[in-house]
């Protein structure tokens, strides 16, 4: 339980927080954090999670590292092109900090496995780049009773809310209700992303997850947080919670999470829902 | 003033800023709320820092004394959270 003096050294400048200190270090490194996509957002939370000395870091990813991603998805190296993501992933986390267990699951998270997922995990980054695995890891989430830390780019834009159960404070559905219908938006293949966006955006997402284990602060609950870069704008919306969402309101039909059917340009609900 | 009995003590001569604060950070950390902690520390920069950064989170320095060794004595209460 008692940190070396080399675990005193590389995590001084976090006990040096009065916020942090040693209390806050101990329960970054007992924390459980699982980062649902080895893209652009969770390149540079797994990252920040690993050099913050999280304990254990999930990472869940069905992809190989595209020549297209090294472009924003810091996580990845030229050398990594053709490997398993959380694989890739798993590697330079472990490089950055070898105190931290790395689990990959090399697997698209779907309805039939989200729950077992998230179960041994504390914290969960929606780090997806298509609305229906944000929906679903939403309604995982409300259903499961876990934190986590939602968010988006495209282009110069990025957004982020984070839900902590148990709060009177929205769920993603509440703010959004539903994926919007086909080719209503691009996704981030057709419309293009600024690098560094998914830098700002994901480190944001590392932010929540470092101060919720820890405790510091206030979360980004009942808010959105936009970020516009071309006007270098942050704005942070205050949003209530909706009594009748679908999966947190007072007369939930989600009782359990689902699947739609999928092509992120492609949506349809599920039969059976409304 | 009698002397306050010590529960704790920590030797920083052997490390340097920011290490000397987080040895003392964490010494702290084992003793119970109320109980006092010896700092054994430098002249120069951590006889200077150490003192301000400790009552900067609130601890309360009870005593320093110079060791004529080029060394203080540091004598602090841990306050509760």
Same mark, same amino acid.
Request: with cysteine; proline share 6%; charged share 20%.
């Given at each position: ?6 675990? /005193?050294?590389?995590? !001084? ?90 689990? *990959? ?64 404070? *929205? ?31 994901? !480190?944001?997402?590392? /932010? ?67 | ?33 109320? #109980? ?11 006889? #200077? ?9 609130? #601890? ?9 060794? #080029? ?11």
């Amino acid at each position: 339980m008692a940190f070396t003096n080399d675990q /005193l050294e590389r995590y !001084s400048r976090h006990i040096l927080l009065q916020e942090v200190g040693v209390k806050g270090q101990k329960k970054l490194q007992d924390a459980k954090v699982l980062i649902i996509g080895a893209g652009g957002l969770g390149s540079p939370c797994s990252l920040y999670l690993a050099a913050a000395g999280v304990g254990t870091i999930g990472i869940a990813d069905a992809d190989e590292v595209d020549l297209s991603n090294l472009q924003r998805q810091i996580v990845h190296t030229t050398p990594d092109l053709g490997k398993a993501k959380v694989l890739s992933a798993k590697e330079t986390m472990q490089a950055v900090n070898p105190d931290v267990r790395v689990n *990959p699951y090399r697997t698209f998270v779907a309805a039939n496995n989200i729950l077992d997922l998230i179960a041994d995990y504390d914290f969960v980054i929606d780090a997806t780049d298509n609305f229906p695995a944000k929906f679903l890891i939403n309604d995982a989430c409300v259903l499961a009773a876990k934190p986590f830390s939602h968010a988006g780019i495209i282009r110069f834009q990025g957004q982020l809310m984070t839900y902590v159960p148990g709060q009177d404070a *929205p769920c993603y559905r509440c703010v959004f209700q539903d994926p919007p219908p086909p080719d209503a938006v691009p996704t981030c293949r057709q419309a293009g992303i600024i690098g560094a966006m998914a830098g700002v955006i994901g !480190s944001l997402q590392a /932010l929540e997850a470092v101060k919720y284990i820890t405790g510091a602060g206030q979360l980004l609950t009942g808010h959105l947080l936009t970020y516009d870069a071309l006007k270098m704008a942050f704005r942070k919306i205050k949003i209530p919670r909706r009594k009748t969402c679908a999966v947190c309101g007072e007369h939930p039909s989600i009782l359990r999470p689902f699947d739609y059917e999928q092509a992120c340009c492609d949506l349809k609900p599920p039969e059976g829902r409304p | 003033m009698a002397n306050p009995v010590i529960s704790g003590a920590v030797d920083i001569t052997d490390v340097v800023c920011p290490v000397t604060f987080v040895k003392v950070k964490v010494a702290l950390e084992e003793l119970e709320d109320g #109980q006092v902690l010896s700092v054994r520390l430098n002249d120069g920069e951590p006889v #200077q820092n150490i003192p301000r950064s400790l009552k900067e989170e609130g #601890q309360r320095i009870l005593k320093l004394t110079d060791n004529g060794d #080029q060394t203080y004595t540091l004598l602090v209460r841990k306050a509760g959270d």
